[in-house]
T-cell receptor, first 116, second 112 residues
């Protein structure tokens, strides 16, 4: 089946630094990628939808200047947490949808971010 | 607007017993419905999905779910729980597939 690779799987950083998370579709082209955030014991929260070659669409309440999303190619989307703070510590998951499908999504394995 | 409610954040069953995880949704249009499973430190895996057609959907690992429009439900069941079924389960709804809305998840514990 289709594989989505998310890297890194975990990262620890100091407050004020920026962290980049990569999401790659390894064997398919993804016109749309989604970024989610999961707090402990809570639901996945959709942060933004990124479409290749265009600006990401952010959900209400998500700071676009803080969570920079780039979808430069059909196989790669990146999420950069800028000037990270301890409250940004969370589990981030990406998903990708292959071209020509409506509902099939493939998920990355997630990135656990800890900001000290 | 779409939303999903999963009743019971924690469910415990004995090994071999019936598994029932509840999911109710709201949608202004005919929905696509999904169940995903998340094992510790892993990403989400699709268990099964309903788009159109037969309302009883069979998925992987012996799981199945039935779409009941009149009850706006999509409960997940498995006749006999196995230790390896212990995980977090998420119900999700989508309209056109552009956005997915997830429930808060149900943590399944299987007691030996």
């Amino acid at each position: 089946g289709a594989v989505v690779s998310q890297h890194p799987s975990w990262v620890i950083c100091k407050s004020g630094t920026s962290v980049k998370i990569e999401c790659r579709s390894l064997d398919f082209q993804a016109t749309t990628m989604f970024w989610y955030r999961q707090f402990p014991k809570q639901s996945l929260m959709l942060m933004a939808t990124s479409n290749e070659g265009s600006k990401a669409t952010y959900e209400q309440g998500v700071e676009k200047d803080k969570f920079l999303i780039n979808h430069a190619s059909l196989t790669l989307s990146t999420l950069t947490v800028t000037s990270a703070h301890p409250e940004d510590s969370s589990f981030y998951i990406c998903s990708a949808r292959p071209r020509m499908t409506l509902e099939k999504l493939f998920f990355g394995s997630g990135t656990q971010l800890s900001v000290l | 607007a779409q939303s999903v409610t999963q009743l019971g954040s924690h469910v415990s069953v004995s090994e071999g017993a019936l598994v029932l995880l509840r999911c109710n949704y709201s949608s202004s249009v005919p929905p696509y419905l999904f169940w995903y499973v998340q094992y510790p430190n892993q990403g989400l895996q699709l268990l099964l999905k309903y788009t159109t057609g037969a309302t009883l959907v069979k998925g992987i690992n012996g799981f199945e779910a039935e779409f009941k429009k009149s009850e706006t439900s999509f409960h997940l069941t498995k006749p006999s729980a196995h230790m390896s079924d212990a995980a977090e389960y998420f119900c999700a709804v989508s309209n056109t597939g552009n956005q997915f809305y997830f429930g808060t998840g149900t943590s399944l514990t299987v007691i030996p």
